[in-house]
């Protein structure tokens, strides 16, 4: 296929691809009891977070991964069940909104790791996925 962007639309999902990874990676270490608690949610925790939090950490980076291949799956870089393929362009955008709204978010927190780092990183990843849901 020699589509002008497809390159540049599998670039841009591979990236993005790296950055949900990592910070599903991240999102995992919360959950498994990292003592990172003070840089994340505003801060409100030092340490360990709750049980609770812990489980919404690990919960949130299963989501990261199924965003991920959501993300391939627009670009054609990995299958995706013929009979729901409709979904994938509504998907990649609501995953884009999404990640929009949490950088919002990181934007706002007391952490100053969530103002800089995971604002930064959460903006790229949309960016990303909002080129990838444009192109593909």
Same mark, same amino acid.
């Given at each position: ?7 540049l639309t ?13 910070? +599903?990676?991240?999102?995992?270490? *919360? ?24 489980? *919404? ?5 299963? !989501? !990261?991964v199924g965003? +991920?291949?959501?993300? *391939? ?28 709204l949490n950088? !919002?978010?990181? !934007? ?10 995971? +604002? ?17």
């Open positions: 296929m020699n589509v002008p962007g497809v390159e599998v670039v841009a999902a591979v990236i993005a691809t790296g950055l949900f990874v990592a910070m +599903a990676a991240f999102q995992a270490t *919360l959950a498994a009891g990292a003592p990172v608690g003070a840089h994340v949610l505003g801060g409100r925790h030092s340490g360990v977070l709750p049980p609770r939090l812990r489980a *919404l950490s690990g919960i949130a980076a299963l !989501l !990261l965003f +991920a291949l959501v993300v *391939l799956a627009r670009a054609g870089v990995v299958g995706w069940p013929a009979g729901i393929a409709d979904l994938l362009i509504p998907a990649s955008w609501v995953i884009a909104g999404f990640l929009v950088t !919002l978010g990181n !934007l706002a927190s007391k952490s100053r790791f969530e103002r800089t780092v995971l +604002a930064a990183t959460t903006a790229v990843v949309a960016a990303l996925c909002a080129f990838v849901a444009l192109t593909a």
